[in-house]
């Protein structure tokens, strides 16, 4: 028998409907971004980043396809940087529900949406009613949409690598993204020019700030966080505990 492949644009037709029919019913959808992410990370990042999350997602659950990442998000709020592309919510809304039914339709019985960027939790989180009244009955739509939780997983795998550096995780272009980037795609990762951003630490009232004032108010080079010490080890990490705990709260999920 030949090596299940878990990429659907990777296989044919005849495989997925293969695949279906043996049980691989679920399939993950990776929401990312082409944002800045400062002065030492290209713009791909959080697309990127969502291809390879989503395929350690559906690692852990098992019976799992991916779908092709959205690369492209709601990046309203980093506009004030040159090269970002951000879709409105209804376009991005669009999108996620005609995923949703095209996969539905073709017989998956659950289609889960992991955000790799922060500003497509809330979209997600709000249109996901819309999402399950869309897609054909007897499919089930489910989507990780704590954010604050996702920062949470890579300060705990920081933590357990390097504690020392710890207080660098800032929730973007920061030590854990930056990390994350040199297992993915180290040829981008410009680290001579990694420098600190914002460190003060990202709350509530930080996040509200963002998302109202935009990016560049709070944080003039984009970065949140500071990258310096990154490394493979600390990035390796940090994909496991959030694809860890990414899967877990999509099984337990209502
Ligand atoms: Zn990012």
Redesign the pocket.
Known sequence: MTRQRLLLEEMTWPEVEASIARGFTSVVVAA??V?Q?GPH?PLL??AA?GDRLALEVARRLGKTLVAPTIRVGCSEHHMGFAGTLSLRDSTFKAICTDYAVSLARHGFRAVLFVP???GNFEPLATMLDDLRDAVAPGCEVRAYTDLHGFVALWKEAVAEVAPEVVDRVG???DIA?SSEMLCIRPELVRDDLAAAGYVAGFDETVAERIFRDGFRAVTPSGVLGDARGMSRAIGERCIARAADGIAAALRSAP
């Open positions: 990312g971004a944002e992410h990370l990042v959080d980043r790799s960027h922060g929730g973007h272009a993204e």
